[in-house]
């Protein structure tokens, strides 16, 4: 602030002892600080407020700026800001800076967030305090009234709030299909033909889990809209909130499609690996030998041949519609298109997406589903697992909610029409919209 050619006094309990300060700098005593100035930034723990309630004479009508941050979430019942306007009730108190680091203002850092919130009840404050802000070279966000003081302490508390459940969702979906896939293809071949087939755990059963994670995943960003869909046809109107587990999943729904982005190109990279794997070259070569050996000739199959090119085809189209899907849900990309454009993207190109990915599996897996050994072993290939979700989202969508969407609008309004009390109370912002 200094160096933004304001004239600056520090207030502190011992003025001689502080030597940390600037050579320009003014250190005076709490009480004569206060009284030399009308913005005071209170930069001190919310533990040290009390002696304050000494000087509410001298700060009467100033500007008090809280900067303070707790330790955690819920610490005290109201917002540190809340509590010193209670302690000084004549000063106007106003949130700012608790998001910007120390380390940031000292190094200027172009880094870290160049954002400050600020909340405060008196509006030509938060204005002075939003100027000062501007002069740092900062940018002020207008958070509203004090009551927002304790969602902007809450937020440098937050560790990734809106990632917490697609992360443990992916971890529980990994561990299960990677036990499941070693049961079948390590467990059981060394019970019951004693090989040893612990190598494929490297490569063999990771390219199982990550397909088959991402495609989960992918299914679940667009199951929770089709359930709020059956809900609000199974309720007649879209004026009812939706359950809070619907909620919280709609909206990391983001985060759930950007994990299994990820599981994706894993999966990519899995697979160009496989023609240099010892295992598949070994088999290959073998499999050449045996055949020259035995003198016996494979026809060439063009129904194998097409369902291999068109599973492959499948696969990588979905990735490319994947890879447009998460460049698209990027910010810097999603400011640049209306919500039309948005909508288009997330929702028709995500449902091709997950078309093409299902058909992919589908595919890919079809011919493991017939296979008798299916059967032997009593658990169903992982692939089995990996499409219910998937399908029921599509049969649901495409079966049962766009054929009955137009017919159950339709309705939908004219029960409005004829119930002009219901639509009455609902302009009326009594129903719970
Ligand atoms: N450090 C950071 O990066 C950030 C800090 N904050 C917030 O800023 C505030 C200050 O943080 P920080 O500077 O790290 O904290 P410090 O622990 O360094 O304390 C700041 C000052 O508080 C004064 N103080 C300490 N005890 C008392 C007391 N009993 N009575 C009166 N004054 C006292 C001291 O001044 P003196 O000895 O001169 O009297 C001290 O220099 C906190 O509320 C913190 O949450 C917010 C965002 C970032
Ligand atoms: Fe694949």
Redesign the pocket.
Known sequence: MLQCGYSIVFG???PRM?SLLPNSAEVLSYSEAAQKSDIIII????E?YD?LTELTEVLNGKILVD???NLKIKQYPESNAEYLAHLVPGAHVVKA??T????ALQSRALDASRQVFVCGNDSKAKQRVMDIVRSLGLTPLDKGSLMAAKEIENYPLQLFPMWKFPFYLSAVLCVFFFFYCVIREVIYPYVYEKKDRTFRLAISIPNRVFPIAALTLLALVYLPGVIAAILQLYRGTKYRRFPDWLDHWMLCRKQLGLIALGFAFLHVLYTLVIPIRYYVRWTWTNRTIAQAIAKKESPFSTSTAWLSDSYVAMGMLGFFLFVLLGITSLPSVSNMVNWREFRFVQSKLGYLTLILCTAHTLVYGGKRFLSPSILVWYLPSAYVIALIIPCTVLVIKFILILPCIDKTLTRIRKGWERNPKFSESALNGKTDI
């Open positions: 502190s309990r011992n502080s930069a001190i723990h919310r040290h002696f900067v303070s941050n800076f608790n910007i680091s120390a380390w």
